[in-house]
């Protein structure tokens, strides 16, 4: 069996990327990836964590099953947001949505 | 096997998503223009709902396999958010009139966001605290963005998604860590196989969560988001949002990490300690540059968040986590209501197309509306920590709290944080009263009895502040 390490790196290297992306990419959209990248590393470790821990509690499914149907929700209310600024600025790039500064 | 008295141990959760999800429906039948009804309704369920929740005092139980615990501590929390719900709706009520945002689902989704709250409060297991950031977040998100198409709110609403969602990848994955390394997400048997796992995969497990719900309550470095935020959501909105939003998060934080980090606190706790220091300072210090009430008031509520903070420093430690809890509770709760008074001066000023929002627009307040006047002087004084105010007591005992467990320092910085934040807080006085000027206000009666309320309850709570601090002393955290 490939050891458990294997898919902590996985894991770890997908919730990287996905900081990377939030943190570097300037369009909404790409930022929204970037957070369902990390979100989709867990499910990774989740998956991970119940198949290398004690296969009769199923919490880890159950965890990860949970955090996709939260992710999807939670999609949902930004791509609305996303359009709706949109509509408005006609524009997705987070630079360019800053009425407001300190 | 569920059984009844699993329901029966979150049933003001219960009802209160039941009268959320039934009004929702109800609201349809509702015309457009009378939409106030709505508001009606929705302060009824938060009425009866806290009602439900004074009854469960004194009894301590769980539920739902552990997933859920019902103890002092939860019955505390749960009354601040719901009278923090009522506040919010009465704050509204002839706000989103005024401003024509008056749209039933502001009501249903204030409901959804404090049964949110509820959950955190009342959660036992990392899975719950996970589905209720979520549930508290979602309808606060959209909230934000309310005042669409105005741009400020739906910049607002972007940015306070974007950020919520990121830090609630750092939480879950937090989560998941914590499982990898004790197999388990209940806060119980995290505490019994703490012994025999892997401490580096728990305390990066521990720090994310941390690092998460510091985004959820402002603290710095994870404030960014909150000037924008409380700037462009809806005036109503954000004075909810603040008080609301930072009780959860509080509570969450003092569960999970009390209940189950226990012996992570001699690593924990410098850390918690720096993130203390910094938010107050930092929030503070830039606090002073704004002119923008909004602004200050979010920076206030940033440095706040620091303050609150202190209360954590000690949570490893058992012989002073029970006065420092109830230490932070209290201070919640001044918090809170102070809030709420401060925002209700706010909304009583605001003009639509966002104008009545400039320090500037103060001048003049004392000599035209005396009262609103005195009540904002009462607010500002309670910030700052100065008698005869709630936010005085509240400070003392955080005071006290931190210098039990040790933390002289700590409290040093606390002190000196006030007297900085005196300036700006003071300057509105000053504005208020020294300064010639016309500003004119809204009269709206729901509003007016929500700032007497709290400049009422700031007042005389701190004259006699022994019965509250009793309870919360009282509401303790159920440990495993």
Same mark, same amino acid.
């Given at each position: 069996?490939?050891?458990?390490?294997?898919?902590?790196?996985?894991?770890?290297?997908?919730?990287?990327?996905?900081?990377?992306?939030?943190?570097?990419?300037?369009?909404?959209?790409?930022?929204?990836?970037?957070? %369902?990248?990390m979100?989709?590393?867990?499910?990774?470790?989740?998956?991970?964590?119940?198949?290398?821990?004690?296969?009769?509690?199923?919490?880890?499914?159950?965890?990860?099953?949970?955090?996709?149907a939260?992710?999807?929700? %939670?999609?949902a209310?930004?791509?609305?947001?996303?359009?709706s600024?949109?509509?408005?600025?006609?524009?997705?790039?987070? %630079? %360019?949505?800053?009425?407001?500064?300190? | 096997?569920?059984?009844?008295?699993?329901?029966?141990?979150?049933?003001?959760?219960?009802?209160?998503?039941?009268?959320?999800?039934?009004?929702?429906?109800?609201?349809?039948?509702?015309?457009?223009?009378?939409?106030?009804?709505?508001?009606?309704?929705?302060?009824?369920?938060?009425?009866?709902?806290?009602?439900?929740t004074?009854?469960?005092?004194?009894?301590?139980? @769980?539920g739902?396999?552990?997933?859920?615990?019902?103890?002092?501590?939860?019955?505390?929390?749960? #009354?601040?958010?719901?009278?923090?719900?009522?506040?919010?709706?009465?704050?509204?009520?002839?706000? +989103?009139k005024?401003?024509?945002?008056?749209?039933?689902?502001?009501?249903?989704?204030?409901?959804?966001?404090?049964?949110?709250?509820?959950?955190?409060?009342?959660?036992?297991?990392?899975?719950?605290?996970?589905? #209720?950031? *979520?549930?508290?977040?979602?309808?606060?998100?959209?909230?934000?963005?309310?005042?669409?198409?105005?741009?400020? @709110? *739906?910049?607002?609403?972007?940015?306070?998604?974007?950020?919520?969602?990121?830090?609630?990848?750092?939480?879950?994955?937090?989560?998941?860590?914590?499982?990898? #390394?004790?197999?388990?997400?209940?806060?119980?048997?995290?505490?019994? /196989?703490?012994?025999? @796992?892997?401490?580096?995969?728990?305390?990066?497990?521990?720090?994310?969560?941390?690092?998460?719900?510091?985004?959820?309550?402002?603290?710095?470095?994870?404030?960014?988001?909150?000037?924008?935020?409380?700037?462009?959501?809806?005036?109503? +909105?954000?004075?909810?949002?603040?008080?609301?939003?930072?009780?959860?998060?509080?509570?969450?934080?003092? =569960?999970?990490?009390?209940?189950?980090?226990?012996?992570?606190g001699?690593?924990?706790?410098?850390?918690? $300690?720096?993130?203390?220091?910094?938010?107050?300072?930092?929030?503070?210090?830039?606090?002073?540059?704004?002119?923008?009430?909004?602004?200050?008031?979010?920076?206030?509520?940033?440095?706040?968040?620091?303050?609150?903070l202190?209360?954590?420093?000690?949570?490893?430690?058992?012989?002073? =986590?029970?006065?420092?809890?109830?230490?932070?509770?209290?201070?919640?709760?001044?918090?809170?209501?102070?809030?709420?008074?401060?925002?209700?001066?706010?909304?009583?000023? *605001?003009?639509?197309e966002? =104008?009545?929002?400039?320090?500037?627009?103060?001048?003049?307040?004392?000599?035209?509306?005396p #009262?609103?006047?005195?009540?904002?002087? &009462?607010?500002?004084?309670?910030?700052?920590?100065?008698?005869?105010?709630?936010?005085?007591?509240?400070?003392?005992?955080?005071?006290?709290?931190?210098?039990a467990?040790?933390?002289?320092?700590?409290?040093?910085?606390?002190?000196?944080?006030?007297? &900085?934040?005196?300036?700006?807080y003071?300057r509105?006085?000053?504005?208020?009263y020294?300064?010639?000027?016309?500003?004119?206000?809204?009269? *709206?009666?729901?509003?007016?009895?929500?700032?007497?309320?709290?400049?009422?309850?700031?007042?005389?709570?701190?004259?006699?502040? /022994?019965?509250?601090?009793? $309870?919360?002393?009282?509401?303790?955290?159920?440990?495993?």
């Open positions: 069996m490939i050891p458990i390490s294997w898919y902590l790196t996985l894991s770890a290297a997908l919730f990287s990327i996905g900081l990377f992306g939030v943190l570097t990419r300037r369009n909404a959209i790409a930022i929204l990836l970037g957070i %369902e990248l979100l989709n590393a867990v499910n990774v470790n989740l998956a991970a964590f119940w198949r290398y821990g004690d296969v009769n509690q199923i919490t880890g499914q159950i965890f990860a099953i949970i955090v996709f939260v992710a999807a929700a %939670e999609v209310v930004g791509l609305a947001l996303v359009i600024v949109y509509r408005k600025k006609n524009t997705v790039i987070a %630079e %360019e949505i800053d009425l407001m500064k300190w | 096997m569920m059984s009844f008295s699993d329901f029966t141990t979150i049933l003001p959760l219960v009802v209160l998503t039941a009268w959320a999800c039934v009004l929702l429906l109800v609201d349809l039948l509702i015309p457009r223009n009378r939409k106030g009804i709505t508001a009606l309704f929705s302060a009824l369920g938060l009425a009866l709902t806290l009602g439900l004074i009854a469960q005092l004194g009894r301590q139980g @769980s739902f396999n552990d997933m859920v615990v019902l103890d002092g501590f939860s019955v505390f929390v749960n #009354a601040l958010l719901l009278v923090s719900g009522l506040l919010g709706v009465a704050l509204a009520y002839g706000y +989103v005024r401003m024509g945002l008056e749209r039933g689902e502001y009501y249903t989704l204030l409901l959804f966001s404090v049964a949110g709250m509820m959950l955190m409060a009342q959660a036992a297991d990392l899975i719950v605290v996970f589905l #209720a950031l *979520e549930l508290l977040s979602i309808p606060l998100y959209i909230l934000a963005a309310f005042a669409r198409p105005k741009v400020e @709110s *739906e910049e607002a609403g972007l940015k306070y998604f974007l950020l919520g969602a990121f830090s609630a990848g750092f939480v879950v994955y937090g989560i998941a860590l914590v499982y990898g #390394a004790t197999g388990t997400t209940a806060l119980s048997g995290i505490v019994a /196989a703490i012994p025999s @796992s892997s401490t580096l995969m728990l305390t990066i497990g521990a720090a994310l969560i941390l690092v998460g719900l510091g985004f959820k309550i402002a603290a710095v470095p994870f404030h960014m988001w909150t000037p924008d935020v409380y700037q462009g959501a809806p005036s109503a +909105v954000t004075a909810f949002m603040a008080a609301g939003a930072k009780v959860a998060g509080f509570s969450a934080l003092l =569960r999970i990490f009390a209940t189950a980090f226990p012996s992570l001699s690593s924990m706790s410098d850390v918690l $300690w720096a993130l203390a220091a910094l938010t107050m300072i930092v929030g503070n210090l830039i606090a002073i540059s704004q002119s923008d009430i909004k602004r200050l008031l979010a920076y206030s509520s940033i440095a706040h968040a620091g303050y609150i202190m209360a954590f420093v000690p949570f490893g430690n058992p012989d002073v =986590r029970a006065v420092s809890v109830a230490a932070g509770l209290f201070y919640l709760v001044s918090y809170a209501i102070t809030n709420f008074g401060a925002w209700g001066v706010v909304i009583a000023l *605001e003009k639509a966002g =104008r009545g929002l400039a320090l500037d627009d103060y001048a003049g307040l004392g000599r035209k509306y #009262a609103l006047a005195a009540a904002m002087t &009462i607010f500002m004084l309670s910030l700052i920590g100065l008698p005869p105010t709630l936010g005085l007591v509240g400070k003392f005992y955080l005071f006290r709290a931190v210098i467990g040790g933390y002289v320092g700590l409290a040093v910085i606390g002190v000196l944080t006030s007297l &900085i934040s005196a300036y700006y003071l509105v006085v000053v504005i208020m020294m300064r010639e000027g016309e500003p004119t206000t809204t009269s *709206e009666p729901y509003l007016n009895m929500t700032t007497a309320f709290a400049a009422l309850v700031t007042v005389i709570v701190s004259l006699v502040p /022994a019965p509250l601090f009793a $309870w919360a002393s009282s509401a303790v955290l159920k440990l495993f």
